[in-house]
């Protein structure tokens, strides 16, 4: 059943669409009585059915909807309605990280418009992602896409479809292979080859997000899917004074140290990323161009 002409779904009045994925949509709602407004995330059509995407929307509603934290999305419930699977979430609705970067408004890009708001965000994404390895997770798919920002930095972090337990001592040493999944561009080595994750998965996949943010462009690039992860296990990790020569030496070695190959060699958590982000500028200038050389 198509969601045109579904006018209610889990007791809410859907109003229009504020996101689109590949298998799924998120609508604006509202609940007519107390005049709540909330974000129903459904699958799409061809997915309603598939066990695969069944079961990552409730492993995300699992995950979600134990975490509460201002920098995390909020999933209230989950249901089905005539064959509509869907989660109640907080609603949020503003545009992601990657659509900033890649924005243009009236031939500017947002991203230089908002230059002075990046450290916040940086900050704000981290404190999100940091709380959700304090409670035990492992996201699997940090990128720009799973950070909701708004104009004023507030930040969201989104998607747990992909969450997984972390596994730490034996756990993880005698933890057998898994099915590699998360998104190329932003994958960790030990990721890619399937092993059991650490938080320092997260860590890898932040540097790469952080890059992007700031160069305005991916850490790597590959004409095909191969030479793309083959290049995240072996190629030198970039500096990306390359790319921006606003951002600090300092800050550049951050990242560095985020986007090692060995997770053991990586900077170890999020909390320590925060730290030194307290005491390492970002920028050399107050209100830097992203991504400008």
């Known amino acids: 059943m198509a969601l045109a002409g579904q006018q209610y779904l889990g007791g809410y009045r859907l109003l229009h669409v504020v996101n689109r994925g590949q298998t799924s949509q998120v609508w604006a709602a509202i609940n007519d009585q107390d005049q709540s407004r909330r974000a129903l995330k459904v699958l799409l059509e061809d997915f309603r059915k598939q066990r695969e995407h069944l079961t ?68 704000r994404a981290a404190e999100g992602l940091a709380y959700f390895h304090q409670k035990g997770w492992v996201h699997r798919d940090v990128k720009p896409d799973n950070f909701l920002v708004n104009l004023e930095g507030e930040v969201k972090l989104i998607d747990f479809a992909l969450a997984v337990r972390r596994k730490t001592g034996f756990a993880r040493v005698f933890a057998r292979k898994t099915k590699v999944q998360g998104t190329r561009s932003y994958m960790s080595p030990e990721q890619i080859r399937g ?11 932040f540097g790469c997000t952080l890059f992007h943010l700031l160069a305005a462009r991916l850490p790597y690039t590959g004409a095909t899917s191969n030479e793309l992860l083959n290049k995240h296990l072996a190629a030198p990790v970039p500096r990306i004074e390359a790319f921006n020569r606003n951002v600090t030496s300092e800050f550049s070695d951050v990242l560095q140290s985020m986007m090692a190959k060995d997770h053991k060699k990586r900077l170890p958590n999020i909390d320590e990323f925060l730290r030194l982000l307290k005491v390492t500028p970002i920028f050399k200038e107050a209100q830097p161009v992203a991504g400008g050389k």
């Open 195 to 205: 092993h059991a994750l650490g938080v320092e998965a997260d860590v890898y996949s």
């Open 56 to 123: 990552y929307m409730k492993n995300e509603f699992q995950v979600g909807s134990v975490i509460e934290h201002e920098r995390i999305i909020r999933i209230y419930a989950q249901g089905s309605s005539q064959g509509i699977p869907y989660l109640i979430m907080e609603f949020f609705p503003y545009p992601n990280m990657k659509d900033i970067i890649q924005r243009v408004v009236d031939g500017q890009r947002v991203l230089e418009q908002v230059a002075f708001m990046v450290p916040t965000i940086v900050e």
